[in-house]
């Protein structure tokens, strides 16, 4: 149990969820931690998705709904950062699904450890809500710094819970781009916390929307660099950009390496694109290959696949 009851806001940015919405905020007004503020953005739906909102806010007075013409997600979440009020904050996706004691068991570990973040494994399931496997959230970057070491666990926010005066005296916003806003912003937080706990249990279920099949491939895959310089560019205006270079530009050879792995699904003259793209930034990289066995690992998988891809 928490010590105390603090205020947690929780950010759902909305968009055309008519079908899951209403699953996603159950869950939400179920939790076991009843003192919260959920601040749903809806982001110009053109479904029910605003209308089901309402009707939530009607029943339940800790919901809280906005609107905003479609700038995307990043701007909702914004939206919802600069509103929140709670002790801690929480960004939510309007398609997955907490599981009832998520937010008690986060609170619970950020005010026993003094953490400014906890993070936990989570459960993925279908389309339908079919479960299919559990999640455990590790590090897989060691490096001589504690904080640091936790640049390399999956950046997505549904399984992370903030201490919201961290961010706001960092000053860290969601950044627009084309890939990469979870990481963008996560890497970034980084910067903000003097301790990260984690919660060795899923938290909530990952609803996988699309599968491999019928998912669209295009060449924003090539904006993780964008992603990376908007990273930064943040540490160095904080005059922390050491930091980056020690910890935070090696990693980049394992999402090069992830984006780079999905080329096997482009046409061939994309291929070609890709393939150039990222033979020159890994070139550049290369220096950091012996930071640790994860890293070097990574950097051979990526030279037998380039190698490969250039011939077919």
């Known amino acids: 149990m928490a010590k105390k009851q603090d205020l947690v806001s929780i950010v759902?940015?909305?968009?055309?969820?008519?079908?899951?919405?209403?699953?996603?905020l159950d869950s939400i007004i179920g939790q076991t931690y009843s003192k919260l503020e959920i601040i749903l953005v809806d982001d110009g739906s053109t479904d029910s998705s605003l209308n089901i909102c309402h009707e939530y806010e009607k029943k339940d007075y800790r919901v809280h709904v906005f609107h905003q013409e479609n700038r995307g997600c990043a701007s909702a979440r914004n939206f919802g950062l600069e509103?929140?009020?709670?002790?801690?904050?929480?960004?939510?996706?309007?398609?997955?699904?907490?599981?009832?004691?998520?937010?008690?068991?986060?609170?619970?570990?950020?005010?026993?450890?003094?953490?400014?973040?906890?993070?936990?494994n989570y459960n993925v399931i279908s389309e339908d809500g079919a479960f299919l496997r559990t999640v455990q959230v590790n590090s897989l970057y060691?490096?001589?710094?504690?904080?640091?070491?936790?640049?390399?666990?999956?950046?997505?926010?549904?399984?992370?819970?903030?201490?919201?005066?961290?961010?706001?005296k960092i000053g860290i916003t969601w950044k627009k781009v084309s890939m990469g806003e979870d990481l963008t912003f996560y890497l970034c937080a980084l910067l903000g916390c003097k301790k990260i706990s984690r919660i060795d249990r899923p938290l909530f279920a990952y609803r996988i929307v699309n599968n491999s099949l019928s998912r669209k491939y295009d060449l924003k895959i090539l904006g993780i660099k964008s992603a990376f310089l908007e990273v930064e560019s943040f540490y160095a205006k904080k005059k922390k950009i050491e930091l980056f270079l020690k910890y935070i530009e090696p990693l980049k050879i394992a999402h090069y390496y992830y984006q780079?792995?999905?080329?096997?699904?482009?046409?061939?003259?994309?291929?070609?694109?890709?393939?150039?793209?990222?033979?020159?930034?890994?070139?550049?990289?290369?220096?950091?290959?012996?930071k640790s066995l994860y890293i070097r690992n990574l950097y051979l998988k990526y030279q037998i696949k380039s190698i490969y891809y250039t011939w077919i």
């Open 83 to 120: 509103h929140a009020g709670g002790e801690y904050i929480s960004f939510f996706d309007s398609d997955d699904v907490m599981h009832s004691g998520m937010i008690e068991n986060m609170v619970a570990v950020m005010e026993n450890e003094n953490a400014d973040m906890v993070f936990g």
């Open 260 to 290: 780079f792995s999905k080329i096997k699904f482009y046409k061939k003259e994309d291929r070609e694109k890709i393939n150039l793209f990222f033979k020159k930034e890994m070139k550049v990289l290369k220096k950091y290959k012996s």
């Open 12 to 24: 759902v940015p909305v968009y055309n969820v008519e079908r899951f919405l209403r699953t996603c």
């Open 142 to 168: 060691e490096t001589d710094s504690p904080l640091f070491t936790q640049c390399s666990i999956e950046p997505f926010p549904g399984n992370k819970l903030y201490r919201l005066s961290i961010l706001k």
